[in-house]
């Protein structure tokens, strides 16, 4: 099986879905925000803190490089920077999960640990910037995407069954 790489903005529930995901498929899942932190032995937040976002984008490349010669049969579900990565295309069928910006954030704070889903994410901690961010990403996001799910009001495991459905051309 071809790995699947899940991208989109932050809080759209790639985790979530990966764990459908795995749930209802043969795929292995990884995360590449996980590795890091596991390279690291520290948290994102701290490594932004300390070292600053580039030297966090260091590590994404890394692991993007890593992924490429070395993953086989994975979901890998990423933050929401990794798109950037020039090799994605080369690591995996790239599955973009979609929603507006609102619904996002009505996402993220709707969760039982919406405070600690917060905090734990340096580029949401100011909403304006975000939503910047948000902007300039999506049609980002689009162009590289080669399947697209919207997962707005709909529940993780409606996101799996439509992700293993729509990925089985590019297996
Ligand atoms: C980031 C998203 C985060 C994490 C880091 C940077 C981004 O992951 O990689 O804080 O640039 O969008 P999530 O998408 O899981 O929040």
Not at 80 to 96: D, S
Not at 126 to 148: G, H, T
């Amino acid at each position: 099986m071809r790995n699947i790489i899940l991208i989109g903005f932050m809080g759209v529930g790639k985790g979530s879905v990966a764990r459908e995901v795995i749930k209802h498929s043969d795929y292995i899942a990884i995360d590449t925000d996980d590795l890091i932190e596991s390279m690291q032995n520290r948290k994102i937040k701290n490594i932004f803190q300390t070292d600053g976002e580039a030297y966090f984008r260091k590590l994404e490349k890394d692991v993007a490089l890593w992924l490429e010669s070395s993953v086989k049969n994975t979901l890998i579900s990423t933050g929401g920077g990794f798109y950037k990565q020039k090799n994605l295309k080369k690591i995996a069928t790239v599955v973009l999960l979609d929603s507006p910006f609102d619904a996002i954030i009505k996402r993220i704070k709707s969760h039982p640990n919406a405070t600690r889903k917060l905090k734990k994410r340096p580029l949401l901690q100011d909403l304006e910037a975000a939503k910047k961010l948000y902007d300039e990403r999506r049609p980002e996001y689009l162009a590289l995407a080669d399947v697209v799910i919207d997962v707005t009001n709909k529940s993780a495991q409606e996101c799996s069954k439509e992700l293993i459905k729509k990925v089985k051309k590019y297996a």
